[in-house]
């Protein structure tokens, strides 16, 4: 009889696989939010975007009602992952150019 570990292994891989694509893609948005950024403090721009942040989070959720994924669920990862972005703008725009090189 296999053991829950060799009935689970394979599926399990591919999850890590995908966590793995995951945190690649969130990375690469964050480089791109460094990018926008650097403009932002260029030409003056704040960086808070109310607008653009609640468009991103309907979005969000619209993608996951069309994937069969909890609306409720896709706003709150956006959320997030806006936080996280609006993190790294904040110190690129205050100055913080070590952070910027951590994010690229």
């Not at 996951?64 to 709150?76: D, K, L, T």
């Amino acid at each position: 009889m296999l053991s829950v570990a060799e009935v689970l292994g394979p599926f399990r891989e591919r999850i890590n696989q995908l966590d793995e694509q995951l945190a690649e893609v969130v990375a690469a948005r964050l480089r791109v939010c460094a990018e926008v950024a650097a403009v932002k403090k260029q030409k003056g721009i704040p960086m808070m975007q109310p607008d653009r942040v609640d468009a991103v989070r309907e979005a969000y959720a619209a993608r996951g009602s069309r994937m069969g994924i909890s609306p409720e669920f896709m706003r709150q990862l956006a959320a997030m992952i806006v936080a996280e972005a609006c993190r790294v703008e904040d110190e690129i725009i205050d100055g913080d150019t070590e952070s910027h090189q951590r994010v690229i």
